[in-house]
């Protein structure tokens, strides 16, 4: 089924102004103007951020949405994936980010703008332990990219944590996928737009 309404979840410090969020709303702007588009800013804390999406999605029809999410988005992603069985596509996704981010504690700057700053609690790792121990997305109604030169996650993780979904392994790209208008195709095409 044609997806009508999709949801982009962007990854830690980030924003809805990260290159490919910006790319994927453009392009659907200008060749699927029917589809319903949502980039939320996410709070720091992962439960807030996870009852915010619930919410902004709430009446969106579970078996024509789906979701795109990169880095901290795509562990988000494949969370609401797992809760309302849509398709899910994970840019680099972070699977132990409860580890990863543990040592991120404290004040951080926006990735986008770095005055504006937010706290990152120590609360947020267990909130971030409590969301991990949910059960895996159907593995068929996933597609996963992983870059295998990415700086900051272990692709080999990702295709450990996904195994039995659709995947597609950059050999080198980095953890931005600063070569994204190669992929955007693919990942439209996955979801049916």
Partial sequence: MRTTHLLYLHGFRSSPQSMKALKVGQRVRETHPEVVWSCPQLPPSPQAA?????????????ETMAVIGSSLGGFYAAWVARQTGCRAVLLNPAVHPARDLARHIGEQTAWHNSKERFSFMPEYV?????LEAAADPDPQRIFLVAAQGDEVLDWREMVARHPSARRKLLAGSDHALSDFDDHIDDVLEFLDL
């Fill in 126 to 130: 267990d909130e971030l332990r409590s």
């Fill in 50 to 62: 996870m009852a915010g999406v619930l919410s902004g999605i709430a009446t969106w029809p579970r």
